[in-house]
């Protein structure tokens, strides 16, 4: 079992972020047109990337679709950018 | 690339829903001991075992963490139940 580090809300909030953020730039796509496939304003968008916002459930599974991967893979990045351990 | 089928928002938090609950009942604990520890009511824990709520991320991080597991491990869970393909 994996054991997550003691960290507060905003550092997860910013892991979140930059997995998003990486996996957007992987496939070479603008903020505005992540957000458009999610039905999402551009800055709201911004501000997920930059871990300002707590995203619910549904809008996450509409991120991960905009991003072309399951929402599982974008956890799996989210852990490793928040130093999850083996 | 694994593609999500079409499905409406209930169905995919029921998927879930229905996660949380299979791993609550494997580690043998109620909905007001996963509830304690992740600081919500067992109320709002039998809604979202229901898919009657669209948790938050920062939620979904104290409930991962009230389950003993990643939260990835809950969103494979979560797409398998939903009838992800591969």
């Known amino acids: 079992m994996r054991k997550r580090k003691k960290h507060g809300k905003e550092q997860a909030l910013k892991a979140l972020g ?20 999610a039905k999402l304003h ?3 968008v911004t501000d997920i990337e930059n871990g300002l916002r707590n995203v ?12 072309h991967c399951p929402l ?5 990045e989210t852990e ?4 999850w351990e083996m």
Chains 1, 2 share one sequence.
């Open 18 to 37: 930059d997995a998003m953020r990486h996996r957007r730039v992987d496939l070479k796509l603008t903020q505005e047109e992540v957000g458009k496939a």
């Open 72 to 76: 599982s893979l974008l956890m799996i």
């Open 80 to 83: 490793r950018q928040d130093g």
């Open 42 to 44: 551009r800055t709201y």
């Open 56 to 67: 619910s459930f549904l809008t996450l599974m509409r991120l991960a679709e905009a991003l």
